[in-house]
């Protein structure tokens, strides 16, 4: 009997999600490319190793993988994003027939995905881009799948895909059509913005309690733990709780990981995206340039050396601290639902966000007990910021916000995110903005005109600055 799925790329995910689809009883053909003295037999090898792939087929021939599978075929690539994809693509068509379904589960930037949903209908094949969640280990017990692209081929996968899929606190797959063209990369790639955010407001926390309030690893990890069972708990959270608590001998093993933090680009696509649409993603953007300034090391090194700015010890509050750390996660979720927000009724793709938001309740990194509630606060309104969910969030930490980063930059401690976010939040709140100034210095050097605040009609202006009558 015929493979009833493929899989294309046999990397960490490629792997697990393979080791998952085979547990569900699902007839799986396996490729991955020859490389003289590099791949060889990879798909062989790697079936021969699991129990539950004993039914699988290992190939690295095309045309032979693409006989083993049944019609209409249905193909998952997990390859690197970029040209590797469209090589590949240009390799499948002759060995395709119409009405066969590709699958991208890679990083892959959206509009990418939207040429090449275009590129395949011209060969009568259906291309979905479905973002993956959940890393090695999700791939392999359950991760949130988020397939966008072309519609019409959504029945013929999503029965496999949603049998993979974690499942949410009501026992539903983390897995649903996102919309058409390149919806579903286009929301995993702000999942990623989202996640670095997240990332990076607990590295700060971990940067005040162990640099300004003098607590170990382990005092910090009670800390963060005590938290779990409550409404900050998150996935990313209790990771961090057992990565500080790792010792290597008579160290902590956090203080011999290298201060360097790698990207892979989906932070960035989410900044340049955004800069685009015209959203404001402040906290995410900070966290991504975070990254960036850590990745100079040694310029960090001679700058230290040159203006050393020793920390001054400071006392933290801990609810305070919860307080002004839960809102800046809210206003964080809130800048990377606006942004899936506003793209998806740009490009009309009727994103669904109480329905994105339940599919990201369990199997992917940004997982947490906040996104649970965000579901039901999209289910009754589209004001995120003005639902009592939240409001009740804004009203514990409006003050301890802005008093943490007034506190953290007094000791001298870089707080980029939690920064950015208590400026998001007192410029979202400011009746009166200073953009006035702005557009009267647009007009003076450009003639860009001005509405005035007396004239509700809306009529630009114009004024001659130099004028003597001015």
Same mark, same amino acid.
């Given at each position: ?61 095309? &045309? ?8 209409p075929r249905k193909i998952l690539l997990m390859v690197s994003a970029g040209a590797a994809v469209d090589a590949l693509l240009h390799s499948l068509i002759p060995v395709l027939d119409a009405g066969d379904v590709i699958i991208d589960g890679g990083n892959t ?68 059509? &996102? ?86 680009? =989906? ?11 015209? &959203? ?61 927000? =506003? ?105 860009? =005109? ?6 509700? =009609? ?13």
């Amino acid at each position: 009997m015929k493979a009833a799925f493929g899989i294309i790329g046999l990397g960490v995910m490629g792997k697990s999600l393979s080791r998952n689809m085979a547990s569900k009883g699902i007839k799986l053909a396996l490729y991955n490319r020859f490389v003289a003295g590099e791949e060889e037999q990879v798909a062989k090898r790697f079936i021969s190793k699991h129990e539950e792939l004993h039914l699988a087929e290992g190939f690295e021939d095309l &045309v032979a993988f693409a006989n083993a599978l049944q019609p209409p075929r249905k193909i998952l690539l997990m390859v690197s994003a970029g040209a590797a994809v469209d090589a590949l693509l240009h390799s499948l068509i002759p060995v395709l027939d119409a009405g066969d379904v590709i699958i991208d589960g890679g990083n892959t930037f959206f509009e990418d995905t939207e040429r090449r949903i275009q590129a395949m209908g011209k060969s009568g094949l259906f291309y979905i881009g479905a973002g993956i969640s959940g890393g090695e280990e999700g791939a392999l017990k359950g991760p949130s799948i988020m397939p966008g692209g072309s519609e019409a081929a959504w029945p013929l996968v999503s029965e496999p895909l949603q049998k993979i899929a974690a499942q949410d606190p009501n026992g539903k797959p983390c897995c649903t059509f &996102v919309g058409n063209g390149g919806a579903g990369h286009f929301v995993k790639m702000v999942h990623n913005g989202i996640e670095y955010a997240e990332m990076q407001l607990i590295a700060e926390m971990y940067g005040l309690l162990r640099h300004a309030a003098g607590k170990n690893p382990a005092e910090i990890a009670s800390l963060f733990e005590s938290w779990l069972d409550g409404p900050a708990g998150s996935y990313l959270l209790e990771i961090t709780t057992n990565i500080l608590r790792t010792r290597e001998g008579d160290h902590w093993l956090i203080d011999r990981i290298l201060d360097q933090a790698g990207n892979k680009g =989906t932070g960035s696509w989410t900044t340049m995206t955004a800069a685009r649409a015209g &959203v404001a993603i402040p906290g995410i953007t900070a966290a991504l340039f975070a990254r960036f300034q850590s990745a100079f090391r040694q310029n960090r090194l001679e700058l230290a050396a040159t203006y050393p700015m020793p920390k001054k010890t400071m006392a933290i509050d801990t609810d305070q601290l919860l307080h002004a750390y839960q809102l800046a996660r809210l206003l964080n979720h809130h800048q990377g639902f606006k942004l899936i927000e =506003t793209q998806s009724d740009a490009s009309g793709w009727t994103v669904n966000l109480s329905e994105l938001a339940r599919i990201w309740t369990n199997g992917c990194i940004i997982r947490s007990a906040m996104m649970e509630q965000l579901q039901k606060v999209f289910g009754e309104s589209q004001k995120m910021l003005l639902h009592p969910y939240s409001k009740k969030w804004i009203e514990a930490g409006s003050h301890a916000l802005p008093d943490l980063c007034a506190s953290a930059l007094k000791a001298r401690v870089p707080v980029p995110c939690f920064s950015a976010s208590a400026n998001y939040f007192l410029l979202a709140v400011e009746a009166k903005s200073t953009a006035n100034i702005i557009q009267a210095q647009r007009d003076y050097f450009g003639a860009h =005109t001005y509405k005035r605040s007396d004239d509700p =009609t809306g009529k630009s202006y114009h004024t001659n600055w130099n004028s003597k009558d001015t």
